[in-house]
C-alpha cells in the first residue's frame, strides 16, 4: 500500500495535477474505492491536494516547486544575483555538474565561454548553454520530467555514475532544519545523492524563500555541503547552522 501510494506521489508531483482517469489508468490492477481512499489518505498527509475529479501536486498549490515556466518568472531579481555569485567560483578546464531548476538556468545563462566539460539534467540549462562554443556539454540519457523540464531516473543516474566532478551546483526545493534540503521527487533525489557524493565541492543554489520548508524526499544536510550561494535574506537560525557545520554562505 505504501509503495502504491508513493508511486502516486510522485505521478502527482511529476504532472502537477492528474485526473481520477489518469490515476485509473496507471494504476489499472487497483479498484476504484481503493484509489479514492488513497487519495484521501494522502490529502490528510498533506501529500497531495484532492480536486474534484483528481489530485494536484501540493507543491503546485503551495508555489514552492512548481512548473519550472512558473518558477522562473518568480523572484527573478534573487536569482540573478545568485547566479552572479556562483559565476565568480567556476574555474576554466574543470568539470561541473549544473542541476536542473529556474536558479541554475539563470547561472547557465551567464556561464562564461571558456573551456569546461558540463554536465546538465536540465533542458533548460542546455537551452542557454547552447550559445557557447567552448565548453563541452554532456547531457545524460533518462526519462523526462515534464514538471521540472529535466532528465531523471536509473539511466540518468547510471549515466552520472563514475564522473568526477569538481564542482556540482545543486538546486534544491525547501531546507528546513529537521529534514534538510530537499525535493518532491525521489528519483530526483537520488540522482542530486549520485552527483554529490562525486563531487569535490557541492554548492547549494538557494533563495531565502525557501527555508524552513519541506518535501517528502530528503536529498542531504549542511554536513555534505561546502557553499550556500543566496539571496543575503537567509535567517540567522539557518546561518548558525551553516556555521556550526562550517558551511561557507555568499
Known sequence: MEQRRNKMVELINQKGNVSFAQLKSAFPNVSEMTLRTDLKA?????????IHGGAKSVQVVVGTDDFLNRRAVRNISEKKEIAAKALKLIRSDSVIFL????????????FPDQSNLIYTTGLSCVTELVNLEHPTVEIP????????????GHFAIKGLEGINFDQAFMGVTCYSKNTGFTCGVREEAFLKQTVMRQSGQNIILMDSSKVEKKNPYSICGLADVDIVISDGHLPEDFLEECRKYNVEVL
Open 99 to 110: 542541476d536542473s531548476g529556474s536558479t541554475t538556468t539563470a547561472l547557465a545563462g551567464v
Open 141 to 152: 540519457g533518462g526519462k523526462l520530467n515534464r514538471y521540472s523540464m529535466s532528465v531523471y
Open 42 to 50: 494522502l490529502d490528510e498527509a498533506n501529500r497531495i491536494v484532492r
